[in-house]
């Protein structure tokens, strides 16, 4: 099981920068569950008897992206 997320459709993987030490951006992320795409796709390949499954858990409001604030709870 390996969790993706819609955000890998805006992805672009750089097979010059797989570490992204050249380039960092918020992009990295949707590489990085691209990556968890295609990784699931190919451990699936040479055994179809077996499952592997790639999922989306869906919209979590976390507040992940909203900036720090000083005196703010949570």
Same mark, same amino acid.
């Given at each position: 099981?390996? %969790?993706? +997320?819609? /955000?890998? @459709? *805006? !992805?672009?993987? *750089?097979?010059?920068?797989? @570490?992204? =030490? &050249? *380039? ?7 590489? +990085?569950?691209?990556? #968890? %795409?295609? $990784?699931?796709?190919?451990? !699936? &390949?040479? !055994?179809? =008897?077996?499952? !592997? #499954?790639? $999922?989306?858990?869906? /919209? /979590?409001?976390?507040? $992940?992206? /909203?900036? $720090? &604030? ?5």
């Amino acid at each position: 099981m390996t %969790i993706a +997320s819609g /955000v890998h @459709q *805006s !992805a672009r993987l *750089s097979l010059d920068d797989l @570490q992204s =030490e &050249r *380039s960092y951006s918020a992009r990295v992320y949707g590489t +990085s569950k691209l990556c #968890n %795409i295609l $990784f699931t796709r190919e451990l !699936a &390949r040479p !055994a179809p =008897e077996l499952t !592997a #499954n790639c $999922f989306h858990p869906g /919209v /979590v409001r976390t507040g $992940f992206r /909203v900036p $720090f &604030r000083a005196g703010r709870d949570g």
